[in-house]
Nanobody, 124 residues
């Protein structure tokens, strides 16, 4: 069974950085696209970033573009999300998932095998 475990969240002041990690089993990082999503209390889950299975393509939500960077390390079976210049509106539970259904019309869809998430809280 594929398992994903997120870590690296915490409470920081606005403008600070954080790096989130998503450790995976079964070699899924090298064989599938991987995505990061977030969900604030009372809000729907939203797409943040994704990286292709081949590693050559990345996509970001407009709200995080130029501040966040997604990367993979296939040798460690891990996907990272480097978050810089954090804002209070970035506060949410961040989860990673594998894009197991790539034949979709949007890079924000087709994901499954969700991790349990890690909390990020940004204070003004």
């Amino acid at each position: 069974q594929v398992q994903l475990v997120e870590s690296g969240g915490g409470s920081v002041q606005a403008g600070a950085p954080l790096r989130l990690s998503c450790a995976a089993s079964g070699g899924i990082v090298s064989r599938h696209g991987m995505g990061w999503f977030r969900q604030a209390p009372g809000q729907a889950r939203e797409f943040v970033a994704t990286i292709s299975g081949s590693g050559g393509r990345t996509y970001y939500a407009e709200s995080v573009k130029d501040r966040f960077t997604i990367a993979r390390d296939n040798a460690k079976n891990t996907v990272y999300l480097q978050m810089n210049s954090l804002k209070p509106e970035d506060t949410a539970v961040y989860s990673c998932a594998a894009r197991i259904n790539p034949s979709t019309s949007s890079v924000a869809s087709g994901y499954a095998n969700w991790g349990q998430g890690t909390q990020v809280t940004v204070s003004s």
